[in-house]
Nanobody, 125 residues
Framework: QVQLVESGGGLVQTGGSLRLSCAAS????????MAWFRQAPGKEREFVAA?????????VYADSVEDRFTISRDNAKNTVYLQMNSLKPEDTAVYYC?????????????????WGQGTQVTVSS
């Protein structure tokens, strides 16, 4: 069993930055892929970024956030981060942390079994 708790969301102006955190607890030694998704009102949950291995190497990003967002992980703290820079109003959404008990690249929400409660990010014009 794995529990995920996000934090760090808030209100920021266009061009600003936020750093989201996701703390994992439970059977964390079995976690391989960790990812961030987001969901805006009336829209489906979409992929943002993923860390496919314990090493944190070779992360993958959605085209809409590449070069602006950075995913990283601290295994000693059982925490994954999402550094968000140059934020735009279209980044406004609830951001969710997700985890899989196997490594690799996964882009669909249905491929992740463990989820956090979400944290709201609002970017004003």
């Amino acid at each position: 069993q794995v529990q995920l708790v996000e934090s760090g969301g808030g209100l920021v102006q266009t061009g600003g930055s936020l750093r989201l955190s996701c703390a994992a607890s439970g059977r964390t030694f079995n976690i391989y892929t960790m990812a961030w998704f987001r969901q805006a009102p009336g829209k489906e949950r979409e992929f943002v970024a993923a860390s496919p291995s314990w090493s944190g190497s070779m992360p993958v990003y959605a085209d809409s956030v590449e070069d602006r967002f950075t995913i990283s992980r601290d295994n000693a703290k059982n925490t994954v981060y999402l550094q968000m820079n140059s934020l735009k109003p279209e980044d406004t959404a609830v951001y969710y942390c997700a985890a899989r008990l196997s490594g690799g690249y996964y882009y669909r929400a249905s491929e992740y079994a463990y989820w956090g409660q979400g944290t709201q990010v609002t970017v004003s014009s």
